[in-house]
């Protein structure tokens, strides 16, 4: 006789959510996933753009190759071959002033990877150079496990403690530091700050090699999701509101949702942003200081402008520039190997809250004009058309002190659980955050019901992992490099 599946429902569809559903319907539960949107990918999407024919992100997401959960993700839903991901990490870095250099892996192993490039690197002067190593060292071996009071200062003094000038933390620090914690240095927590240049730049010699997307994001992820859940006897239901979650006994009894149906399962996975926790968790609930805490986070805006070209302006794939407003310029035409003559460009702003409240025509003069300054082919070139997507709330904004404010993935309710790029993962909000605070609810659930499932044939008992937080647990021989 079959056994009768246990119902898992997941609220929200973006990466956080589809982890956790493909982690426990590949585990033999029956998933059901509601996605207020019409589609799933989450603040990871593209949209179908408006004028021309393709696809446009909300904004260029990249990953690195230490972002190994979301890199075997993609590798569970077949759709590893639409990425790309560098042999060895290689980033152009632009002074309008001073010319281009380039930082780059090599052979040497790490932490001593970089150490050629940053040698010849031109925007440094010899003496920064020699503080940056020293400082790259300090963090090389600073355990943060045990050094608690890093979230409560900002990198950016972190840095003046360890004798960084103004013009080092400014054409280096802040340069990979803007891009991946989505704030100033001189904003965010200097333990997350110091956790990103451990994963990506010092622990091995291949962390940060830089990977993309080859289509639009929600082509990407979605469709594959989708199916990877529905073969496996799971439901998807899109623009499927939940106004909230119903609580019986101290425990969630059900989802109701904007249509007035309620979904019932035995275990529930709340997958939304921290801004809409508390208006989806049981009334009963909103006052408790558990979650209330959530709703102490802030958030920090990016701003992508798309700017089509009717011919090339920008070699490179992507270059990142300094003594400039740009931050980083991607060449989507390359990226996505699009055939036409005129040029796709995506100029990425992070920790861009100054910009919200300019007009995209305003944004759109300022930044051709300094494209015209960066680029000498586009002062002859066209621009066809442009498009501005305004993020104000991309993020959270990774302050000082924010950790307290990150949930874990269990709650005071034995039956919900909370995934989120937000949620305490260890990681900045980055989409590897996510599907690890996914697959860290699916484990736990697992771990508290385990059970047998039907595999292939024959009955398969499940492992229950003892890992909840996936931190630190990284697995680069199962992620193949490509060019
Ligand atoms: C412009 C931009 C650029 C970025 N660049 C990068 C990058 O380069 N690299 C990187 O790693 N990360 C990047 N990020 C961050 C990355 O996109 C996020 O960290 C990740 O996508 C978050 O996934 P999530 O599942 O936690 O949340 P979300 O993607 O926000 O998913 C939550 C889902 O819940 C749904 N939802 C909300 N309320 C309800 C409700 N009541 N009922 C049902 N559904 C609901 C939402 O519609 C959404 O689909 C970027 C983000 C933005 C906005």
Redesign the pocket.
Known sequence: MTEEKPQAII???????LSAACELADHGYKVIL????SSLS???YSFADPQGQGEVD??????LKC?TYYIRFLQRLGVWDKTRLQKRLRVTVIDPRAGASTLEGSSLPAPFHLLPSFLRFRHLSPLDKVRAAYAMLSILFTDRTKNSNLDSISFYRWLKDHGQTEAAIDRFWNLIGLATLNDNVRKVSADLAMMVFQEGFLKRANGANVGYAAVGLTSLVGTEARRYIEERGGRVLLG???EDLLLEEERIAGVRLADGSVLRGEWYVC???HQ?LL??IPPDLRADPFFGRASKLTTSS?V?IHLWYDRPVMDLDFAAFINSEAQWVFNKSKMWDLADDGQYLDISLSGARHYIDLSNEEIIERFTRELRKLFPKARRAQIERCLV?K?PQ??FAPVPGSSKYRLPCRTPIENLFL????TATGWP??????VR?GLACAREILRLAPRSVQKGGRQETIETPTETCLGGNLHLSSVRSKA
């Open positions: 609220i929200g569809g973006g990466l956080a959510g509601a996605e207020r949107r989450g603040r990871a909300n904004g260029q997401h990249v990953f972002c499927q509101k939940t997958a939304v942003p809409m208006a989806v990016i992508n997507v993020q991309a993020t995934a989120g790029d937000w909000a980055t989409m590897e955050g996510a605070s």
